[in-house]
């Protein structure tokens, strides 16, 4: 069975520039989150959206945005990119997206440079 | 959610058991406690999550004294594919966004 999957694997940005990062679920799993890893440290939550539905925000600024799709894939865009934005992205998806805790399953992640 | 604390890295030798304290003095009546483990250029992947007392897997066993303030991840037996940052996490019930600290750097020796 396919895992989390994630496009590209890697990208190089310059800053002001916008990215659009792309996530795929497993089969079934109708949640979708994103967390962004910097060097050294554990990965911070961004976005969590399920059924289409944003139903949890980080504290992060509003360059960020998201959105999930009918098929349950999901979109993370960044605008305006600044030399902090770079770091691992990650997805993972869960079955539900909140009643009970659910097992993340997490995505190879996109490696994001911003010069 | 309670803050977790955990060493920042632990060093081991092939074939000895890794025992990973993490304290949560602040944990809820609510919360859970789970376990990831990452490689290095890949996403975190669940270990083992409980609630109180032992908690056993094919991979690991997970310790939880009464007072739930803290508890132990252990590795039986570690090879050098156990090399990895392992991540204490408390989660809230009816929650599933994870809050990730620094982890513990586990290297394993030959």
């Known amino acids: 069975d396919a895992g989390v999957t994630q496009s590209p694997t890697h990208l190089i940005k310059t800053r002001g520039q916008h990215v659009t990062l792309r996530c795929s679920p497993i089969?079934?799993?109708?949640?979708v989150s994103w967390y962004q890893q910097v060097l050294g440290q554990g990965p911070q939550f961004i976005f969590q959206?399920?059924?289409?539905?944003?139903?949890g925000r980080g504290n992060f600024p509003d360059r960020f945005s998201a959105r999930q799709f009918p098929n349950y894939s999901s979109e993370l865009n960044v605008n305006a990119l600044l030399l902090g934005d770079s770091a691992l992205y990650l997805c993972?998806?869960?079955?539900?997206?909140?009643?009970?805790?659910?097992?993340?399953?997490f995505g190879p992640g996109t490696r994001l440079t911003v010069l | 959610l309670a803050k977790t604390t955990q060493p920042i890295s632990m060093d081991s030798y092939e074939g000895q058991e890794v025992n990973i304290t993490c304290s949560h003095n602040?944990?809820?009546?609510?919360?859970?406690i789970t376990w990831y483990q990452q490689f290095p250029s890949q996403g975190p992947r669940f270990i083992i999550q409980?609630?109180?007392t032992k908690v056993t897997n094919e991979v690991a066993s997970l310790f939880i004294p009464a007072d739930r303030k803290s508890s132990t991840l252990s590795l039986p037996r570690v090879s050098l594919s156990d090399t990895a940052v392992y991540y204490c996490?408390?989660?809230?019930?009816?929650?599933?966004?994870?809050?990730f600290g620094k982890g513990t750097m586990l290297l394993v020796s030959p």
């Open positions: 089969s079934g799993h109708k949640s």
């Open positions: 959206y399920y059924e289409k539905e944003e139903r």
């Open positions: 409980g609630y109180k």
């Open positions: 602040n944990i809820a009546t609510n919360d859970y």
């Open positions: 996490l408390v989660v809230r019930q009816g929650y599933s966004t994870l809050t």
């Open positions: 993972a998806s869960s079955v539900q997206g909140g009643e009970g805790y659910n097992e993340q399953f």
